[in-house]
């Protein structure tokens, strides 16, 4: 993990890191981990709950059947907050793949959304200087995830009614859930909070965890776009996966932050141009696409 840190620290243009638990934990206390990131003239910006790397999760963590097994992903969550907060984070990001069904007849829906409320509750009531972030995403370990999309991640945010809860927003995630990503920003905006945005990219059939604006870079500018004028713009985060083309990591980063520094200072021209506010108002596509294509080619 050291190492990791190490290489993070060679990209330039990184200033903060995430860092899962409690497998990244594993070897290292909370006290080495900070140790490392200060060397590598990194800070912590929020801790990732996995629960996938115990195997008595594969039934769920908040919505095992099993009352033992909740409290165990209860108590590990907290340790997790905790852990966040003495290495000076501010985020705890939920991804609860495993809380899903994989079978029609498999699982109680009601009893399941009633026990993810409960213990998501809990959570933000343990520490309320954290934020606690829902990153949703269709599937995958389960077929179906209990909180699969905007929508229900959105219902769960007004049912928990939480100060400190809020959305973590994966393009990947928000492409595979067959949705645009500026909408579903934008609905954020409304009804929550946006605590993380995750910038990477792919075809919107699986998570693939491409480089940011490899694929879609018009997309990815209209999120940025929507996160300025939300004033939302605070920490972005790159979940992607060099590991799975045999990319070197540091120069996968690199291009990242390249790519990103480029289309944000694109999306800091278009979010004020009112040619491209009028068309948008005037729901006239040929013209905003000829603004935009400009200033992502040229004339």
């Known amino acids: 993990m050291k190492d990791w840190i190490v290489a993070a620290g060679q990209v330039g243009g990184l200033g903060a890191a995430d860092l899962n638990f409690p497998d990244h934990f594993a070897a290292h206390d909370a006290t080495q981990m900070a140790n490392f990131l200060s060397d590598a003239e990194l800070t912590l910006n929020g801790v990732a709950m996995r629960y996938y790397t115990d195997p008595g999760f594969k039934l769920g963590a ?71 972030a829902i990153e949703y995403k269709p599937n995958e370990p389960r077929a179906y995830a209990l909180m699969p999309d905007i929508g229900t991640t959105l219902l769960a945010c007004k049912e928990v009614s939480a100060p400190n809860l809020g959305v973590t927003l994966d393009f990947a995630h928000v492409l595979y859930a067959d949705e645009m990503p500026a909408h579903s920003a934008a609905l954020i905006g409304r009804h929550s909070r946006m605590i993380g945005l995750h910038l990477n990219d792919g075809y919107g059939k699986r998570d693939d965890g491409l480089m940011v604006g490899s694929v879609h870079a018009i997309q990815t500018v209209e999120l940025l776009v929507a996160m300025l004028r939300m004033n939302q713009t605070d920490v972005i985060y790159f979940d992607t996966f060099p590991d799975m083309g045999g990319l070197n990591p540091i120069e996968e980063a690199r291009t990242n932050v390249a790519l990103t520094d480029r289309l944000m200072d694109i999306a800091e021209v278009l979010a004020d141009d009112a040619m491209l506010a009028d068309a948008i108002d005037k729901q006239d596509a040929a013209q905003s696409h000829r603004i935009v294509a400009k200033a992502l080619y040229g004339s």
Request: glycine letters at 8%.
């Open 62 to 132: 908040f919505t095992h059947p099993d009352l033992a097994v909740r409290k165990a992903a209860l108590d590990i969550t907290k340790q997790g907050i905790d852990v966040c907060a003495a290495m000076g984070g501010k985020t705890v990001t939920l991804w609860m793949g495993q809380d899903g069904f994989d079978y029609a007849f498999q699982m109680d829906y009601a009893a399941a959304w009633d026990r993810t409320i409960e213990t998501i509750s809990d959570l933000c009531a343990h520490n309320l200087a954290i934020d606690i």
